[in-house]
């Protein structure tokens, strides 16, 4: 089954039921992507502990990645 991307906008209403720390670690999306993806083509059990976390983006690869969503070609 392909990934699906779920996008959270923050809001004020927002109300946190565990008490999960801030991020305060800064990553390039570049350094990032290939560790994740190799973790992901080689199944590593330890990714799946944070596929519910959440992941900060700017605006415009938001943008960007919904453009992409609705206009990649099907399979």
Do not use: C, Y
């Not at 994740?36 to 415009?60: G, S």
């Amino acid at each position: 089954m392909k990934p699906h991307l779920r996008l959270f906008r923050e809001s004020d209403d927002t109300v946190d039921v565990l008490d999960v720390p801030e991020p305060t670690v800064r990553v390039r999306l570049g350094d990032l992507l290939p560790l994740v993806a190799m973790a992901q083509k080689m199944n590593f059990i330890w990714l799946k502990d944070f596929l519910d976390d959440e992941v900060r983006i700017t605006d415009d690869l938001h943008e960007v990645l919904q453009s992409f969503r609705s206009a990649r070609p099907g399979a």
